[in-house]
């Protein structure tokens, strides 16, 4: 039986999809650092750009890696304070929290209720924390590596960034506007879901860190900060933001703390996703709520915790680029969310 010319191209268009994921799977170490590598460009390139009108070559590349050096100091100080504030308050969260447990226990016991015994074996703690360790040296030199790895990338591509057009046009005469066109546009509304991610995403975790410092919910600061990062996650960041701090406030400040942190942190996120995100970015730029944690399994399962941070970024790429060709649109309006 003879296949049609459109079942023939949709057949290689599968092999060739799972022949591509096969192969960031298998690259996930050079993969990695160069999709890393290559959002960042996305995003500082009209710097670059701006400088370079400006400045010699080599000098506006040194003040663009400068630039981003600055964020990542900012980024590692805001951890190292956030970590100084969670530190004194790990002892007085774990007394409570045995408090708590042996509450439990002694009302499981009154009723007969069975209670997991924990098993503690003294002399495998040595070994334990000695494998513990080697672990985390492992852990962290693979972390410097690929560090250094999407320096590397960064500074290449940044190099090059200005040549592509000259390199597309000679490598692809028939398509080559085209594919300039298709991946300028694509990049330029990549760049604004990013920015515009970023600075709702600070509102939120703003908004957030606010709202339980004016309640009284311990580490204010700490879940600002949780609720910024995960505001990049569509949907499944949002719910998971206001869990941690409902909790804690519920644990350790009482029913009607959680109660209204609860309801303060859920007015926030609604009103954010729901009336802000959309009416920033619009509708083009949303994912539908399966997909976004599609998304982030898929992702994460291809590159591990790397491609579930990437997952969200990666999806919004494919469904611009698929924007800009009419063979490929379908795609895109399948995986973006559309108004009613």
Known sequence: MQLSNKTTKILMAIIATILIVSALKATQSISVPLAFAFFIVILVHPLQHWLQRRLPRWLSLILVLLFLLAILG????????????????????????QQIVETAQSWAKSRGLPIPQSISDSNGSLPQLRQQAIGGIKSFISLLSSFVLVVSMLVLLLLEVSQYRKKV????????????????????????????????????????????????????LVWGLIGFILNFIPTLGSIIAVIPPTVIAFIFQGAGRGIATLIGLAVIQTIMGNFVDPRVQGKSLQLSPFVALFSIIFWGWVWGIPGAILGVPMTISIILLCEEFETTRPIAIVLSEVED
């Open 74 to 97: 900012l980024a590692v100080g805001i951890l190292s304070i956030t970590a100084e504030i969670i530190e004194p308050k790990i002892p007085e969260y774990l007394n409570q929290l």
């Open 169 to 220: 046009q000679r490598a692809f005469p028939r398509i080559g506007d085209r594919l300039i066109h298709a991946v300028g546009n694509t990049s330029e509304k990549l760049r604004r879901y990013l920015i515009v991610m970023t600075l709702t995403s600070f509102l939120t975790g703003l908004l957030t860190g606010i709202w339980c410092f004016v309640l009284g919910v311990d580490l204010a």
